[in-house]
């Protein structure tokens, strides 16, 4: 993993740069997909794009009357909240590639399933 270059990165910045990588090791996080993670978000947020979150939300409120009852609408938002906003709900849903839906959950999700 790349920790930028000399001089704009200084040997102090380095060795921080790479404890925090192996803390998040330890974690059991990829450093690497973390720093490209945080690239995404940043990406996001310039564009003022949307993100999975909003774009599904929209999208039940738009459905809602569509649906037999309230519990269909209820379902959805719950699946929703579960299982794909701790992985996508911050993404811009033009950069969602078919490895971000089969990225592995978060550890916290993991443990429930």
């Known amino acids: ?4 270059p000399y001089p704009e ?4 910045g380095a060795r921080d740069a790479a404890l925090e990588a192996r803390r998040l090791l330890i974690q059991g996080v990829d450093p ?3 720093r490209n993670a945080e690239r ?4 996001t947020r310039a564009k003022g794009a949307v993100s999975f979150a909003e774009a599904a939300g929209q999208y039940i409120a738009d459905h809602r009357d569509d649906w037999k009852n309230q519990k ?3 379902q959805w938002t719950s699946s ?5 906003h ?12 078919v490895a971000d839906l ?3 959950p978060p550890a916290d999700m993991a443990r429930k399933a």
């Open 1 to 4: 993993m790349g920790l930028g």
């Open 9 to 12: 990165v200084t040997l102090s």
């Open 32 to 34: 690497i997909e973390a």
């Open 40 to 43: 995404r978000a940043a990406r």
């Open 72 to 74: 269909h609408a209820a």
């Open 80 to 84: 929703l909240q579960a299982y794909a």
């Open 86 to 97: 701790p992985t996508l709900g911050s993404m811009d849903v033009r950069t969602i590639t």
């Open 102 to 104: 089969h990225a592995r």
